[in-house]
């Protein structure tokens, strides 16, 4: 593996042996000495050119516990606010001796960009590129739901290898601006499960509907009639991202639409988990009584998140390939 | 010298040896703990485990018995192909104080060893860490040796020792072989 840009093509078995990696690694989180000498004398760089709480301090977090150097970059108070193109920034950190470059950025493709330019000689990590990927985001989703529902065991050490055969998740909300959406979309479908979308079709990407493995409901109930997921999803409604133009009439109508409250949760199996990937709209997308319920697996996101980007940051940095 | 240079009853009477050695040296097995390296000292520490049990019966091989892998830890990883990480399993007690004694199938260099230790120091304090290998072929790389030896191979560093278990291969045997690049 040389980078991490998109969860698209990504084949069953890489994505399986990302997994079990992340599950080895969040046995060591358990320890009374969390760092691991790994990865001594990479540098990682987090370069952030877009606002991150969770993502950027995961990275972090996960590069640190690996031993590795962490440069933290953000656009606000850096040069890109004078006028500094990605180019320049790229070639500036290249300088400075990067092996990976885990990068948030708001335009669509800015990872892939940066990977296949020949800017830089180290792994890039895409952190979320505008509406399009999140992989890292998208695979720990995975991991939290084998972890859960696929084994039986509550240390998921019987998941080891398996994908998430048979599986129905739904993804619920704001899919148009999600770049979860977008990677989960086809990681999960690649992992073996069935992939449910719930949004008012103002907030669906054109031609969804003509992509075979994906479902596509206009409101939540009639998803909740027609199926027993196992798992749900919701997901933020990005407002910041809503300029210009009217997606649904008022805040109210969508959370009556689409939002996960009490009467709703009921009608889940009594298996099924409750995702967010944070940060959440308490009261729009998901009510305060579905975020707190016992099912609700978001704080659990969050821990999982680090050890699966230890994961990725391993098999990208660890080998002879990276060396070169 | 090539060929096979133990078989199954050779290897289990190593392992019942080494089992009476451990017992001996620790006055007793009580507070040993068995820690085996992936992949093949793994199968090896649950057949001294057993052995132990059969001698002091203070000893219980399922509370008694882990796996310890030293992937991460490795000073080689920057120039291989990336390593799958093993699973680490500790005995439920830790091991605080505890007997730890190492199971590894051949010792060659001595880093995995250096490794193992490295892993061990940040899962606790052992008492004591001792070393119990079946195959010792020489060819240190570091000051590090064996507690507990099941037989010692003189080899050249081309040849290549392959131990073969019923566990993971099917059949008990320790082969000699002279290396591809030789």
């Known amino acids: ?324 | 010298m090539t060929g096979t240079i133990l078989g199954a009853p050779e290897i289990s009477r190593a392992i019942t040896r080494i089992a009476h050695e451990i017992v001996e040296r620790n006055n007793g097995a009580a507070d040993v703990v068995l820690l085996g390296i992936p992949t093949r000292g793994l199968p090896l520490a649950y057949r001294l485990a057993d052995a132990l049990a059969g001698i002091d019966s203070a000893f219980s091989p399922a509370e008694r018995t882990g796996s310890l892998d030293i992937t991460m830890h490795r000073d080689d990883l920057h120039r291989q192909p990336t390593r799958a990480i093993g699973v680490t399993t500790l005995p439920a007690a830790g091991l605080d104080d505890a007997t730890v004694v190492l199971v590894d199938d051949v010792f060659h260099t001595g880093r995995t060893i250096r490794a193992a230790l490295d892993a061990i120091s940040d899962l606790g304090r052992p008492r004591v860490v001792q070393l119990a290998v079946l195959v010792d072929r020489g060819h240190r790389e570091l000051p590090i040796r064996a507690d507990f030896v099941g037989k010692n191979i003189p080899t050249s560093r081309s040849e290549r020792v392959d131990v073969r278990l019923a566990e993971i291969d099917g059949e008990d045997a320790v082969v000699l072989r002279q290396g591809e690049d030789a």
Do not use: C
């Open chain 1, 1 to 324: 593996m040389r980078h991490l840009l998109t969860t698209a093509g990504m084949s069953r078995e890489d994505a399986v042996h990302i997994l079990d990696t992340a599950a080895q690694m969040a046995a060591t989180q358990d320890r009374e000495i969390r760092k691991l000498p790994t990865l001594r004398g990479k540098t990682v760089v987090n370069l952030f050119f877009e606002d991150s709480t969770r993502t950027r301090i995961s990275f972090e977090a996960a590069a640190k516990r690996l031993s590795a150097d962490v440069i933290n970059f953000s656009a606000k108070g850096s040069s890109v606010s004078k006028g500094e193109s990605l180019k320049d920034t790229a070639l500036t950190l290249q300088a400075m001796g990067a092996d990976a470059v885990v990068v948030r950025h708001w335009a669509s493709g800015a990872a892939e960009l940066l990977a296949t330019s020949g800017w830089i000689h180290g792994s890039v990590v895409n952190a979320g590129d505008g509406t399009h990927q999140h992989p890292t985001q998208a695979l720990l989703d995975a991991y939290t739901i084998r972890k859960h529902l696929v084994g039986g065991d509550a240390n998921g050490a019987q998941a080891d290898g398996k994908g998430l055969d048979g599986l129905r998740v739904a993804i619920v909300g704001d899919i148009l601006h999600s770049r979860v959406a977008g990677s989960n979309g086809y990681l999960l479908n690649t992992l073996g499960a069935k992939v449910t979308v719930v949004a008012p079709p103002t907030l669906l990407p054109v031609g969804i509907a003509a992509r075979p493995e994906l479902e596509v409901f206009y409101t939540l109930d009639e998803a909740l009639s027609a199926h027993e997921f196992d798992a749900i999803m919701m997901l933020r409604v990005q407002r910041e991202r809503m300029t210009g133009a009217a997606f649904f009439p008022s805040p109210e109508e969508y959370t009556r639409m689409y939002g996960l409250d009490a009467a709703r949760m009921k009608r889940l199996p009594e298996h099924a988990i409750i995702m967010h990937p944070g940060p959440m709209n308490r009261g729009l997308e998901i009510s305060a009584e579905a975020a707190d319920a016992a099912n609700s697996v978001i704080v659990e996101q969050v821990a999982n998140g680090v050890a699966v980007r230890m994961a990725a940051l391993y098999l990208l940095l660890a080998g002879e390939e990276a060396a070169e």
